[in-house]
């Protein structure tokens, strides 16, 4: 069975089009998100995947409605090819129910495989580079200078007892967790 899948970004967008083109790719069942693709909860979707068969087709308009990035769509395909469900995307010319439409599906697969081990490579080179002339990576051990100054402040604020834990954040614009810190790098008891 041909199963569609559409999506927009906003409530705003209509989805006319993609389901225009679906209806005439021969997809008996339309699933449509309005929910941007950056969002990996797509309520539509999970149920298109739930309902996925052995020898189902998804069909889509375009690549971009399916995943947001290379790396997306790839692992999507990916899933559905796992299932026995092949993959159709209509105006990029795709189609893993043919030898060709996979082998194009798989090199997309490799070059993001291929990206993600240059990247991967170079970080290492640049920090082994960096020890090389002496510098550590990560982030700097201790508080800035303006922490410091907080810190002071929190220890005088927390030691002075009039002002509850809530309070002394309000007045210096830190959270709990922050607070704590501070108050441990100035070896402050706390609950004492």
């Known amino acids: 069975m041909k199963i569609g899948y559409a999506r927009v970004s906003t409530k705003e967008q209509n989805l006319h089009r993609q389901i225009d083109s679906l209806k005439a790719a021969g997809c008996e069942k339309i699933f449509a998100d309005k929910i941007s693709g950056a969002k990996f909860n797509r309520p539509e979707l999970n149920l298109l995947k739930a309902q996925l068969r052995s020898g189902d087709i998804v069909v889509i308009d375009k690549l971009d409605r399916l995943g947001r990035s290379l790396k997306d769509l790839i692992s999507i395909v990916s899933e559905f090819e796992s299932d026995g469900v092949s993959f ?63 810190a002071m402040a929190a220890e005088t ?36």
């Open 88 to 150: 159709i995307s209509l105006q990029d010319n795709i189609d893993t129910t043919t030898a060709s439409g996979k082998l194009i599906f798989h090199i997309f697969a490799s070059l993001a495989e291929f990206e993600r081990s240059l990247i991967s490579e170079r970080t290492k080179a640049g920090l082994t580079a960096a020890r090389a002339r002496g510098r550590l990576g990560g982030r700097p051990k201790g508080l800035s200078e303006e922490a410091k100054k907080t």
């Open 157 to 192: 604020l927390y030691r002075t007892k009039q002002h509850s834990v809530s309070e002394i954040c309000g007045q210096l614009g830190i959270s709990k967790p922050t607070l704590y810190n501070y108050l441990r790098s100035r070896n402050v008891q706390i609950g004492t």
